[in-house]
């Protein structure tokens, strides 16, 4: 008689391949507000917001953060999967490509 183990194994979908390397900074942000992990933000400095549709998109946010968080880590660099990343209402992802790459954040599709 055979023993059959079944495990899950559940993968970060975040990371888009090692070519880049990845580096992560501490922020502060307004509190207020829940964000997902993938959101894209902006950062000025030590302080950083959801990116708007007009805005300019410079960092990943790496981890959900609740309505009273004042602190968040985002991804300054790294490769990332682009089905994984969210944008505010009304705007997309891809509309911030070329931004996030002048930051040296590059998105990719995981297979």
């Known amino acids: 008689m055979a023993i059959k183990e079944t495990t899950t194994i559940t ?10 390397e990845i580096l992560m900074a501490n922020v502060t942000i307004t509190a207020g507000k829940a964000l997902e992990k993938g959101t894209l933000m902006t950062v ?9 549709s007009d805005g300019t998109a410079n960092a990943i946010l790496a981890y959900d953060v609740d309505a009273t968080a004042t602190a968040a880590t985002v ?14 209402d009304g705007d997309t992802v891809a509309a911030h490509e070329d931004q996030l790459r002048d930051y040296g954040i590059y998105l990719t599709k995981n297979l």
Do not use: C, I
């Not at 993968?11 to 880049?20: F, V």
């Not at 000025?44 to 708007?52: E, L």
């Not at 991804?75 to 990332?80: D, L």
């Open 75 to 88: 991804y300054v660099s790294g490769r990332f999967n682009r089905d994984q990343l969210h944008a505010a």
């Open 11 to 20: 993968h970060e979908q975040m990371y888009g391949g090692p070519e880049k």
């Open 44 to 52: 000025t400095g030590t302080t950083a917001v959801a990116t708007t």
